[in-house]
């Protein structure tokens, strides 16, 4: 696969973390990226996008707490997770589509054709 999560782990309610979605794609084609989460028994939902000209959206559920960006070398798009919550727990993916950048609902998962395989987050209360 072309990408590559980690940063999961385990952490108390109020803490954070930082996921990691790496492609060395990211640093020279056009995309649109996005994470998205599912948690047991749950349906996916989608958490942020980015696309490859800088622009981000989240979704209503973590504004102010989530930050998307790219990395210095830019092969590593980041997911800064703040003010953690037990429902915040689940198995994260990156996911993207190459090659454009406009969606007309960048929280569809179905727009997306290339998936990482997850990284698994914990958040205990």
């Known amino acids: 696969e072309r990408l590559v999560e980690s940063g999961g782990g385990s952490v108390q309610s109020g803490g954070s973390l930082r996921l990691s979605c790496a492609s060395s794609?990211?640093?020279?084609?056009?995309?649109?990226m996005a994470w998205f989460r599912r948690a047991e028994g749950k349906e996916r939902e989608a958490i942020a996008t980015?696309?490859?000209?800088?622009?981000?959206a989240y979704s209503d559920f973590v504004k102010g707490r989530f930050v998307i960006s790219q990395d210095g070398d830019g092969n590593v798009i980041d997911l800064e997770m703040k003010s953690l919550k037990p429902e915040d727990s689940g198995m994260y993916h990156c996911?993207?589509?190459?090659?454009?950048?406009?969606?007309?609902?960048?929280?569809?998962?179905?727009?997306?054709?290339?998936w990482g395989k997850g990284t698994q987050v914990t958040v205990s209360s």
């Open positions: 794609r990211f640093s020279h084609r056009t995309f649109r």
């Open positions: 996911a993207a589509r190459w090659g454009v950048t406009y969606a007309e609902d960048w929280s569809q998962s179905g727009y997306y054709n290339d």
């Open positions: 980015l696309t490859s000209d800088g622009r981000s």
